[in-house]
């Protein structure tokens, strides 16, 4: 008989700087590699400091709980509020902002758990660095690289 050590919230872990943030809820390591889950936390009137990226490994469901995020998927923006999802589907070039006054929160499940804790942490480790200043470009895009994000091309000028 298999015995289980279930609890709630195994990865919980918080992972930001300047009011952006991510709580861990489930990672691969507890769901066989199946699911990762965290909160996304953006203040208000806050944009995205990373660049735009896709994956090729995984979904990534966005389910909103407060406040409005405008995620950007192919060029389209699509605004995802309280009670409403949006599926960013392997391939898809996409970003957020907050556009709004208010702070958003919303839940990200990515499937399958490609993707965990650690790019979290180094990813804001080099956006701390930079105190409030850009982000250091080549760190962030190999940071990305690394953990299977690929960083797009800035659109042409």
């Known amino acids: 008989m298999l015995t289980l050590d279930l609890q709630v919230n195994p990865a919980n872990e918080t992972i930001g700087t300047k009011g952006l ?3 861990f809820l489930v990672s691969g390591d507890s769901s066989n590699g199946s699911v990762a889950a965290f909160e996304l936390m953006v203040p208000g009137a806050q944009r995205l400091p990373a660049p735009a990226h896709s994956h090729d490994h ?5 389910y909103g709980i407060d406040g409005v995020l405008t995620w950007t998927v192919d060029g389209k923006p699509i605004e995802v509020g309280p009670g409403e999802a949006l599926c960013v589907p392997r391939g898809a070039v996409h970003r957020f902002d907050n556009n709004g006054s208010r702070d958003a ?3 990200c499940v990515i499937t399958p758990a ?5 790019y979290f942490r180094e990813a804001f480790a080099v956006l701390n660095a930079a105190a409030g200043g850009p982000p250091d470009k080549a760190k962030m895009m190999d940071i990305m690289r690394r953990h299977g994000l690929t ?3 800035p659109p042409p000028a």
């Open 58 to 62: 995984y979904e990534e469901t966005i």
């Open 151 to 153: 960083p797009a091309m």
């Open 105 to 107: 929160k919303a839940l």
């Open 114 to 118: 490609a993707i965990g804790p650690d």
């Open 21 to 23: 943030s991510v709580r």
